[in-house]
């Protein structure tokens, strides 16, 4: 039987290797890994790396489901915990997603950036685009809801729901190294910029 200390010693491995394959992804980029690069950046052997995963594609995999997850499961508890009919609670919503886009930088710049980069990878292995897919849906609702509301005016909602994607890039940029926050005003600062440029192009 698995003792609890062997769990954590386990997860503790895991958030190991995919921190140093985080690293090795963004010098040398994906094609340009290997294996031993990212066993060596954790500091474990190639047979250590192997128990946890079978290939790079799959380490790459386990980092994307790494920050997919927890932006949906942040947005799945404020929408069962809060007054939906508040008239700041898209906008509330939209903030706490977005700090925790700030807690890791380096892994959310590599996330909204790295799909791009992305070949050869089995659907199979894509687990993260579970979440990223239930993210954006969950998104689309509350914005319906938002615009019935016509909180934001005559603002057509495809426009709107690229300008949240703007967002998430852009909220990168926001907060300081002290605290790395961002308030409901940032965020409505950016949403009027990006709504601003989108209807401009």
């Known amino acids: 039987m698995v003792s609890p200390r ?4 386990k997860e503790l491995r895991k958030k190991r290797i995919l921190s140093g394959a985080l690293e090795v992804f963004h010098d040398h980029g994906i094609e340009g890994s290997t294996m031993d690069e990212i066993a060596s950046k954790a500091g474990f052997g190639k047979a250590t790396l192997y128990y946890y995963f ?19 499961e942040e947005l799945q508890t404020i929408i069962h915990s809060q007054d939906s009919d508040n008239d700041e609670f898209f906008i ?7 700090n925790i886009i700030l807690k890791d930088k380096n892994l959310y710049r590599f996330l909204f950036t790295a799909p791009k980069a992305i070949t050869n990878i089995s659907e199979d292995l894509q687990s993260w ?9 969950s998104l689309r609702i509350l ?13 057509d909602s495809e426009i709107l729901f690229k300008a949240i994607g703007g967002l998430f ?9 002290d605290n790395n926050q961002v308030s409901r005003n940032d965020i409505k600062n950016l949403l009027e910029q990006f709504l601003k440029s989108t209807k401009e192009v």
């Open 54 to 72: 079978s290939s790079k594609e799959e380490v790459f995999c386990a980092i994307m489901e790494k920050g997919w997850k927890p932006l949906w």
């Open 143 to 155: 914005l319906e809801q938002s615009i019935s509301k016509n909180q934001f005016g005559n603002t």
């Open 6 to 9: 062997q769990i954590e010693e």
């Open 92 to 98: 509330d919503a939209l903030c706490k997603v977005a």
């Open 169 to 177: 890039h852009g909220v990168l940029f926001l907060g300081n190294e």
């Open 129 to 137: 685009r579970i979440y990223q897919n239930k993210l954006y849906d």
